[in-house]
């Protein structure tokens, strides 16, 4: 199969085992969305979540972020690891956002990868999925599956997601970034991989 067959074939596939993905993160607006994602960072959206859950009901505006305080927030997220960090840029992050941004979250990849502790990754989630601009999100996932599919074979997050931005329509991007991700930790992941289980794996090594 060339890429433009891999391609066709896979959003087929994606389309069939995931029609109505959703994101698996708990958020009620684009502040906790991007809150949920920062806290994200090496851990698994379970445990984000029942972080946020209790977060949430406590503090989900930049305000009430700003006014919990670092040493309570650190306390709140310790589960989701590197929270030390993750503490320090939340707590900066929303002051950035009450300061600079009038309280609501930017609109441009610009404003979003200038806030503390968010880079292209985050700032392409919260483009793509909370104001349908077109971004690519490329994460351990899709990057993984990417390589094994050989759709790029790079562990170059930007270049993995400029070929996968040329390979698949734009239209599709929002969908397919969650579709891949579940596929990934379902049927194709980093260790313990089988390919007998892994559907678009065995279809393509009949290809070889």
Known sequence: MNHSEKSKFILAKLDELFPSPQIQLHFSDPFTYLIAVMLSAQCTDAVVNVVTDRLFNVAKTPREIIDLGEERLKSMV??????????????DTAKAILEKH????????A?????????HKTASVIMGQCFD???FPVDTHIA?????WGLEKSQD?????????????????KTLHI?????GRQFCPAKKHL?????????FSKNI
């Open 179 to 183: 579709q891949l991700i579940l596929y």
């Open 144 to 148: 993984r599956l990417a390589n094994r």
């Open 78 to 91: 310790r589960p989701c690891g590197l929270f030390n960090a993750k503490s320090k840029h939340i707590i």
């Open 195 to 203: 390919i007998e289980g892994c559907p678009i794996c065995l279809e």
């Open 157 to 173: 997050v930007k270049k993995i997601e400029n070929s996968l931005k040329k390979l698949f329509p734009v239209n599709t991007w």
């Open 102 to 109: 009038n309280g609501q979250v930017p609109h441009t990849f």
């Open 111 to 119: 404003e979003l990868e200038a806030l503390p502790g968010v880079g």
């Open 133 to 135: 601009e077109p971004a």
